[in-house]
Structure formats: C-alpha cells, structure tokens
C-alpha cells in the first residue's frame, strides 16, 4: 500500500509536454475523503488534461497521480475502480439504450449484476421514464444526467466531474448542484471542474486556481476570497471633498462620489476612519464583496499575481 | 466484484448484441452478397469450368466463398466497431475502465469469429442447397477439425488485423483504404476463385506469399479432403498470421490512443 493512502487523490508534481506545448507544468493537488475540489482555469490552462491523466487516457511525462493509494499508472485497475469520470463531451454510444449502457458500464468494472444499482440511479437522476432510450433520442440534460449515471454505477469513492454543468440550462444546473451536494452527503469525493465560478464558490470546499499549466493559488474557498479579492466601497457625499485620490485604496471617482477597493479583511470603520468622512456628509455607503470570479481574474489576467 | 471473467462476458456480450441490432447491414448484406457470387460463379458459369481431379467448379468455390464470407466479416467487426467508437466517444470507456488489453482483444476477436462464423456457415449452407439441386448430392465435409480450426484460426487473425488498422486509421477513409486496396486483393488473389495452379509461374510463386492462399486452402482441405497447398504448411503459415496479429493488437492496445476523434 502506497503512502498517503488516506488521500483520495494526489496528484504529486504532473508534467505534460506536447510536442509543442506544455499543458502542465509541475501540478500538485491534494483532495481529502468526502471533499469537493474545485479545479478553476480559463480554457486551455490544463484542467482537461489532468482529469485525462488521473483517467489513464493519457500518461503524465513525468509525476505522480495516485487515487486512494493508487498509483494510476502502477495500479491502475485498483485505481480505476475507485474512480468514476464524467467527461466534458457526452459521449453518443450509438446503438445501445440507456439501460444496455448502464448495465454495460457496471459489467466494464466487474459488477455482475447491476441492475439494482442502474435501476437505482434511472430514479435518482430521472431516466427512468427513458431507459429504453438511445442516447440520441434524448435532450441535451437527459445525455449529462446519463453520464453522471455511467460514472456512478460503480460505486466510486472519488468522481471527477469535468464540467458537467456546462450548455445546460438553470433549472437542471441547479438540480445537479443539488445532486452534487447529496453525494458530498454520501461522503463521495468530488473533483470538479467549471467555468461557472458561482458554481465552484457554493459547492467546493476548496479550490485551485491553475493557468497556463500551473497552480495559481490553492485552498479553502472563502480563504482564497478573503485573500486575493477586495471589496468594492463606493462612498456617496452631500457636499463635495477632495483629497482622496492619493489614498492607497482608491480606485475612481471625485466630488461627491467615490470608490474604493480594499482588502477583504479590513474593517469598514478603519477605511471611515482614515478617510476622516464627517458623519454628517454621508449621503449613501455601498459595500460589495469579493468572489471567486475576482480570484479568478486576479490570478489568471497575464502576470499579475499580487494583490 | 470479478475483474477477469465479468468485464470479458460483459464486452463480448456488447459487440455481438452491436452486430445483432444491424442484423441487415452485418450479416443479411454478406448472405445475399455469397449467394449472388455462388449463383452467377458457381452455378451458371461454373459449368463450363473443368478443374483437376474431375471436381465440379462449385465444389471448388464453395470452400473460398466460405472463408471469404468468415474473414470479411471478423474484419469489417472489430475494425468498425472500434471506428464507429472512435467516432462516438465510447472508445474512451474501454482505457477508463479496468479492461485489460487482453480482454479487450479477446472480447472483440471472439465476437468478430462468431459474426464471420454465422455469415461463413450460411455461405455454407446455401452452398450446399445450390450444390445439392445442380448435381443432386451433398458435398459434406472431409475433415471438420481442420475445416473449424481454419475458419476460427483465419477469422481471429482478420479479427485482429482489423483491431490494428482501426486504432491505426484517423478517418473512415483510411479504413476503407485498407479494406479496399489490401484486403480484397488478398482474398481474391488467394484462391477464392480460382486454382494457383491455373497462373502463370511468375504470379503462382507471388501468390505464395500470400497468407490468404493457406486460410482459403485450409478450409478447402476441410471440405474438400484436397486442395493446392499441403495442409499442414497451411496450419503452420495460418498459425504464424495468427501470432503475428496477435502480437501486433496487443502492441496497439498498449500503445494506442483511446481518444475520439
């Protein structure tokens, strides 16, 4: 048994080096048992191509990926049996019915009679109705509602959901989410990546923020808020003052309406009070506060990186 | 949880209920195209063929049409089945799940024999009921060990040509590339229709080079009890293929992409 067992993924220093580019550049990511893992990143930052390796369909040039001890590379049919995997493209399976797709799936990973468990998962996800169905005969949110099935009929400990969420509509986006939280309930581990940072901010515990192959920032999702994100003051006067633009967190304004951004952690009575503003010139005070899709644009526009 | 026999049934199972559900297209298409070679080759223009030992020209093509119908079809199995997967994205199941390439191979290959062994014995049948009603007895079976032993032997090594060529292939134009510019002027110069013996010296010594000649004279043998080449050359050249495609899918199993295209 492999050291760090206790982990359900660890992904330990991943290189991937195309013949013209590197997709990964020396990634390493933790994700404990019963944990949502949020993995962040503008498209073509690596997101796809660690979830490949973690899956086998590709092999990492060098580093290593291990799922509940297991080397994916070693031991790779120890691996994949902890590991179910919802792709970003639905994948069509031509002649087959929804239920022949199931049963099929569970068959791949040695479940020899799954019908239970596939009947189980038409009535959670709500494919019941559609079992005899072919994959092309059902709508765009029936296709993604199957592929969660296909991942899940095995029962994996650790599921990786690479964009699921993405072309469906608000209704059965939010349903997933719901469903994303009932198997975080069930103590599954989760690693998710999306493009929808509302998503990523109310259902991950933690996320890592990667670009251009590398970790940006990684950890507890409202740490990384309070961390990399400011918060937006915009202060509304009676009678016009001047003097604030040489203030360290101003951003626009003059007269009698300005806006500040400051650290998530500083207390608005300290901004108040360095700023001197008499009680009784103060029309209006709005205060809104950082969020993921700040972090994320923080850590992803070109080089900046400071806060 | 059973990793060795359950994940094996579970493929095979899918890859003959995949040819079944296009029963027309894999294997009605195949019998009305053997009965079409049988009726015009066999039966109108094969009478006024001679052939050594006093033999009927059907008697002779029947054993060809036989093993033709077996390899086109283990090939046209395993070879669209992995494109068309290819093309969906279900190829990717496979690498993802905890299939061995051995089980893959295996799985594919022995539905693929079992689709070009359904096709190839309707052939057979229909072969018999044209020879039958022409010279009104039944041509039987000379030696049906060594007949299954090529038939089986022959399909599991196009079953496995045809798992090499799909990983190979990036478009169904190269499928058919290979299809069309090497396998069909294998089968048709191996002696399907016609006896090595009756070429020329320069194309018959060609023509031994050819592994198709051994399969199809294999199964001529088995049906038979004669044919142009010795059986047992036959089973050792039939034996060697056999390795060979073997060797070279599983290379291509470990090596190749999963990935849709």
């Known amino acids: ?307 | 949880m059973d990793l060795t026999w359950t994940p094996f049934f579970t493929l095979f199972r899918r890859e003959i209920m995949r040819f079944m559900k296009v029963i027309i297209q894999t294997v009605i298409t195949p019998f009305v195209s053997s009965t079409l070679y049988l009726m015009i080759f066999g039966v109108s223009l094969g009478k006024s063929i001679v052939l050594k030992d006093q033999l009927p020209y059907l008697s002779f093509l029947i054993p060809g049409l036989v093993m033709m119908s077996c390899l086109n079809n283990s090939f046209q199995n395993t070879s669209s089945s992995i494109v068309s997967s290819k093309f969906s994205g279900d190829l990717e199941d496979f690498k993802v799940a905890p299939l061995t390439p051995w089980q893959i191979i295996l799985a594919l290959s022995m539905a693929a024999v079992l689709r070009g062994l359904l096709v190839g014995g309707i052939t057979f049948f229909v072969g018999e009921a044209s020879y039958f009603f022409t010279y009104g007895t039944a041509l039987g079976v000379s030696h049906p060990f060594a007949l299954l032993l090529f038939l089986i032997l022959g399909s599991l090594c196009f079953a496995n040509f045809g798992v090499v060529v799909a990983f190979w292939a990036r478009s169904f134009d190269q499928l058919s590339a290979v299809s069309g510019f090497v396998l069909l002027p294998l089968i048709y110069l191996g002696g399907v229709f016609f006896s090595v013996e009756n070429l020329p010296p320069l194309w018959r010594s060609v023509s031994l080079y050819n592994p198709l000649l051994y399969m199809i004279n294999g199964v001529r043998y088995g049906i038979l009890g004669v044919a142009d080449v010795e059986p047992q050359r036959a089973a050792l050249v039939t034996l060697l293929a056999f390795l060979l495609t073997t060797g070279l899918a599983v290379r291509c199993l470990k090596r190749a992409s999963f990935q849709r295209w």
């Open chain 1, 1 to 307: 048994m492999a050291q760090n067992a206790n982990l359900a993924l660890d992904v330990s220093n991943v290189i991937m080096q195309y013949p013209l580019t590197k997709a990964l550049a020396g990634v390493s990511i933790e994700v404990a048992p019963g944990e949502v893992f949020g993995l962040l990143g503008p498209n073509g930052a690596g997101k796809t191509s660690l979830i490949s390796i973690i899956v086998t369909l590709e092999k990492a040039t060098s580093g290593q990926v291990k799922v509940f001890g297991h080397d994916v590379a070693r031991e790779s049919q120890l691996a994949k049996l902890q590991t179910g995997w919802v792709p970003q493209e639905i994948i069509n399976h031509g002649f087959f019915t929804v239920n022949e797709i199931l049963g099929f799936h569970g068959g791949y990973y040695g479940v020899r009679d799954s019908k239970k468990r596939v009947d189980e998962l038409l009535n959670i996800l709500g494919l019941w109705e559609h079992r005899f169905k072919k994959v092309k005969q059902l709508s765009g949110g029936m296709k993604r509602r199957l592929m969660i099935a296909k991942a899940l009929v095995h029962k994996p400990r650790l599921l990786l959901l690479d964009e699921p969420t993405a072309g469906v509509d608000v209704d059965l986006r939010k349903r997933l989410w719901e469903f994303v939280e009932q198997l975080r309930r069930d103590g599954i581990s989760i690693l998710l990546t999306t493009h929808y940072l509302e998503e990523a901010e109310r259902l991950c515990d933690r996320v890592a923020i990667i670009h251009n192959g590398q970790i940006r920032a990684v950890g507890e999702t409202r740490k990384l808020i309070e961390q990399w994100s400011r918060k937006k003051v915009v202060l509304r006067l009676l009678e016009p003052v001047e003097g604030y633009k040489n203030h360290p967190d101003y951003m626009s304004g003059q007269g009698s309406e300005w806006t500040f951004f400051t650290k998530m952690s500083k207390p608005l009575g300290e901004l108040m009070q360095e700023l001197q503003v008499p009680m009784g010139n103060l029309k209006d005070l709005q205060v809104q506060d950082g969020n993921l899709e700040d972090v994320f644009v923080q850590l992803t526009s070109a080089t900046k990186g400071a806060h």
